[in-house]
């Protein structure tokens, strides 16, 4: 079983490196069996990457949405010396488990839901992060999600999705600040065309592993994450 090595401080990918392997050890010295449902499923979360960086995921479990330039993939997380590793997982592993990609992926949304979704307010909208003249509607009422584990993967699950958007109470604008959170705020907010400048000067800032999507999103009534760019078109 081939699967890559995603070693991450603070949810940011540090190193990575291809291993062969079909058993691992955890951090209690367990050893697991990557080829067995019961040993693996309650290790499995998504994470979410730039699909410019897709070549880490080819041949694993993943799914790309190119209308939001975004890959979901599937990794088993385990720890070793206190640092979290994420495994990428062959294509093969579905036949190996007798699973579908949707049922796996269900139950890695489950466990890393169950790490905590957190929405956290921000005291003020980064408008210092860009010069501009236009105004805004209102003072935005803005927050960041993340997870403890999974970084801003979290908000592409179906929960995460929920709770998004019964915290705003509307249609929200995702703006895709890096691998480690995104920032929501209400469409009625900003312009499009303001998201797309901050997000534009929040990417320059960043290293090229830690940047999520060159698109910002838009999540409508129906839990559908579509691009801004398609959603007011």
């Known amino acids: 079983m081939s699967v890559v090595f995603l070693k991450r401080e603070?949810?940011?990918?540090?190193?990575?490196?291809?291993?062969?392997?079909v058993n691992v050890t955890d951090e209690f010295g367990k050893s697991i069996n990557l080829s067995s449902w019961n040993d693996v499923k309650d290790l499995l979360v998504i994470d979410v990457a730039s699909i410019v960086d897709s070549q880490i995921y080819k041949g694993c479990l993943c799914q790309t949405d190119n209308d939001i330039n975004v890959l979901t993939g599937i990794t088993a997380c385990v720890y070793n010396e206190g640092a979290e590793i994420h495994l990428t997982l062959p294509e093969t592993s579905l036949q190996e488990?007798?699973?579908?990609?949707r049922e796996v992926r269900e139950v890695a949304?489950?466990?890393?839901?169950?790490?905590?979704?957190?929405?956290?307010p921000i005291?003020?909208?980064?408008?210092?992060?860009?010069?501009?003249?236009?105004?805004?509607?209102?003072?935005?009422?803005?927050?960041?999600?993340?997870?403890?584990l999974g970084g801003a993967a979290v908000a592409f699950t179906e929960e995460g999705k929920r709770q998004i958007y019964e915290k705003i109470g509307g249609k929200t604008f995702i703006?895709?600040?890096?691998?480690?959170?995104?920032?929501?705020?209400?469409?009625?907010?900003?312009?499009?065309?303001?998201?797309?400048?901050?997000l534009k000067a929040v990417n320059s800032t960043l290293n090229s592993w830690d940047i999520l999507s060159d698109k910002v999103m838009v999540l409508d009534e129906t839990l559908t994450i579509t691009s801004a760019d398609k959603a007011f078109a």
Do not use: C
């Not at 603070?10 to 392997?21: L, P």
């Not at 488990?97 to 990609?101: A, C, D, R, V, Y």
């Open 10 to 21: 603070g949810f940011a990918v540090v190193q990575s490196k291809v291993k062969t392997m």
């Open 97 to 101: 488990w007798g699973k579908t990609f």
């Open 109 to 120: 949304e489950k466990n890393l839901i169950e790490k905590g979704i957190l929405i956290t």
């Open 123 to 148: 005291d003020a909208f980064v408008e210092p992060i860009i010069d501009t003249s236009e105004p805004f509607n209102e003072e935005p009422t803005t927050f960041v999600v993340n997870s403890p």
């Open 175 to 198: 703006i895709p600040s890096s691998r480690r959170e995104v920032l929501i705020t209400s469409t009625d907010n900003l312009t499009h065309e303001y998201a797309a400048e901050m």
